[in-house]
């Protein structure tokens, strides 16, 4: 028996070793084949970026505000001298202060899908984050990536969720932002509870629910209204509830 189970464990790591190489193998000659076709498109007077080069413009140059003070909302949560910065949320939030709201990220799709094109008359979406007690500089990060990287007419509004944060300004303060919109609960209700009570208040007949830590890439929003758009006709018997499973997403966490 215990040969045998010797013998099995020996077939599945030689499987997995050759399962490795051969994935790899299919990446590079799809890059392979993707830079030789830029190249032709060099040639032709049409250059184009390596995917690795490219980085995500902004759709707009900043967000506007209703009198939001970027600099004073972050600074008066910052941590102070000695403090250690992975104890409140279990990543590095003084990092994650210096970064800035705006900042440019790398292009992370899928090498073709900078090819693929969107209908110009996609249905809105209600984009819905909830969170609790979520750095400051993180939670902006996430609502001004969805703004700035998301065609306006796309976004029919922002609902925040907080569900049950220390500091209710974390959530109210960005109100002052456009098209965004706080919830607050008023005991602990956790994700799924907080999640619905968004939906509720939602103007949009699609939904589309975001983590509080995360930023969009470049039409991260395009294919999944795409499919919307064509499996229902803006969703005439409720609202539909986006997913993240399409590989031109691009997602950071």
Sequence with gaps: MRKIRANAIAILT???????????????????????????????GRPEQLREDRTIPLI???????????????AAKQLKAGEDPYRQHAF????SDKLSSDRPIRDTRHYSCPSVSYSADLPA???????????RSTLLRTVKSVLNRTP????????LVDDFSSDPEDCLLLTRIPKVKCLRNDRREGLMRSRVRGADVASAAILTF?????????EWLQPMLQRVK????????GALTLGTGSPCLGMRA
């Design 152 to 159: 306006p007419n796309l976004i029919q509004e922002i609902i």
């Design 125 to 135: 979406t209600s984009v819905v984050i909830t969170f609790h007690n979520e750095a």
């Design 14 to 44: 030689v499987a997995w070793i050759l399962g490795t190489f051969y994935y790899l193998w299919q990446d590079n000659r799809a890059h392979a084949a993707s830079s030789g076709s830029r190249g032709a498109q060099k040639a032709g």
């Design 60 to 74: 707009v140059t900043g967000t506007p505000s209703r009198g939001f003070d970027e600099k004073a909302y972050l």
């Design 230 to 237: 064509e499996v229902s006709p803006y969703a005439p018997g």
């Design 92 to 95: 590095n939030q003084l990092e």
């Design 210 to 218: 975001l983590d509080s830590h995360c930023e969009v890439n470049t």
